[in-house]
């Protein structure tokens, strides 16, 4: 899960992490008043949505005096900001962050990630910050300097001093450092983060670092653990099909195909859809319903793939180990009366109650096709979708 740059840099001011003022504001009365109760100018307005290059992109604006400010805002709010990151479609600004223009002296990278290859945290940092770490990568990749935390022994001051020296800071600095990098990896393991970015870094005229960027994101899998975090979660910028699949306790993530997959286990889910591509198909989207999913959930599963207008047909693919097929088929067939059926639909079930899944799929009266298997199930969907085109 993602969050907005603002609520990362709360985050940041209760670990103790220095960060740049800024207020939030939703319209541009907001905008304008949050910059009075900021030092005088020139002031940043700050789009927020969910992606990266938002300078680029002009979500990211200068400005001298408090009708700038207005000015600027009543442009940027409800405007659709188009970056690299949010495809052609860009996501609508309805949030600014309002900070004061900081002089730096220099600006750094910095984050933490968990390294899955050897499963302990990488912390990443260069003295180019705020660019993109892609591009720093591609065009100066011996300027990126890398430490290694095994989460046995934890983040160390010794972490922190190779990274000061490598990015040539003085001894008051590195000290900050070193204490920055504490706060942060205590907010990592404490907050079940799986990235935390901080860019730019900047130093000050005297020395001084603080954050004038944030970026926080989190493991879905533990936020059971952190309901203070959940809350934190904005459905405007999340696709409506996986909003609607997370309150379902569903692994749904929106793909650019026409062939809907619904699948019980995240292996099988990768093999259905690679088996979609080598017929010709292509998967819309991924989607586990996980292994001991209710009729519930896979009606639910269903009305998700059902409310694509993208997707010709649907490919239900489930082997029934801890999951009962005839729940499975109960669920589609109170989905499919539900929501109407207007596109193939291709079931193939196998395992525990699969016989008693079958009859009841049989016996619904609808158009729902058995499989014999998932390559037989996956080419006859990519039969039954070449050249069709999707239902408006």
Known sequence: MNIHE?????????????????????????????????PAGPYVLKAQIHSGGRGKAGGVKVLSSLQEVESAAKEMLGSRLVTRQTGPQGKT??????????????????????DASTGRVAVLSSAEGGMEI?????????????????????????????????????????????????????????KDCSLIEINPLAADSEGRLAALDAKINFDDNALY???DIAELRDPYEEDPREVEASKYGLNYIQLDGSIGCMVN???LAMATMDIIQAFGGSPSNFLDVGGGASAEKISGAFGILLSDPNVKGIFINIFGGIMRCDAVAEGV???????????????????????????????????IIPAAGMADGARRICEMTAGRKAVP
């Open 225 to 227: 653990r952190h309901k």
């Open 134 to 190: 892609e591009q720093i990568a591609a065009s100066m990749p011996d300027r990126i300097f890398r430490v290694s935390v095994d989460p046995a022994v934890g983040l160390k001051g010794y972490h922190g001093l190779a990274l000061a020296k490598r990015l040539g800071l003085d001894a008051a600095q590195t000290a900050q450092l070193v204490s920055l990098l504490k706060a942060m990896y205590r907010l990592y393991w404490e």
């Open 265 to 267: 286990g995240e292996g």
């Open 93 to 114: 600004v309805r949030k600014l962050l309002v900070c004061p223009c900081r002089e730096t002296a220099h600006e750094y990278y910095l984050s933490m990630t968990l």
């Open 333 to 367: 067939v109170s989905a499919a009366r539900a929501f109407g059926v207007r596109v193939p639909v291709v079931v193939r079930l196998e395992g525990t109650n699969a016989e008693a899944g079958s009859e009841i799929l049989k016996r619904s009266g609808l158009e």
């Open 6 to 38: 603002y609520q990362a840099m709360e985050l940041f001011r209760s670990y103790g992490i220095p960060v740049n003022a800024g207020r939030v504001a939703c319209t541009p009365e907001e905008a304008v008043q949050a910059a009075r109760e900021l």
